[in-house]
């Protein structure tokens, strides 16, 4: 099985259950989908300060969910 993470590149989770929604239609039947909101960050990217200050962020989750088993990770919305 594989394991296709996306990050919401925001610290909200109102964007998830919709992504997941559309990313399970399109999805092999051999893939899990795992969508994660940042713990900590912008609560948008409005701007380029947005952008940089949610990068490091994005970096950090990242490292983890790959400690967390995944083969790749998807960026949603990230400028």
């Known amino acids: 099985?594989?394991?296709l993470d996306i990050?919401?590149?925001v610290s909200t989770d109102l964007?998830?259950?919709?992504?997941?929604v559309e990313a399970e239609k399109v999805k092999s039947?051999?893939?899990q989908l795992r969508v994660t909101e940042l713990?900590?960050?912008p609560v948008t990217i409005e701007s380029e300060y947005d952008e940089i200050?949610?990068?490091p962020c994005v970096v950090s989750l990242a490292e983890?969910?790959?400690l967390n088993g995944s083969n790749g990770i998807i960026l949603?919305?990230?400028g």
Do not use: D, P
């Open 29 to 31: 039947q051999e893939t």
């Open 39 to 41: 713990k900590k960050g």
């Open 64 to 66: 983890e969910l790959e």
């Open 15 to 20: 964007w998830n259950e919709k992504v997941r």
């Open 76 to 78: 949603y919305c990230f």
């Open 53 to 55: 200050f949610a990068s």
């Open 7 to 9: 990050i919401i590149t």
């Open 1 to 3: 099985m594989m394991i």
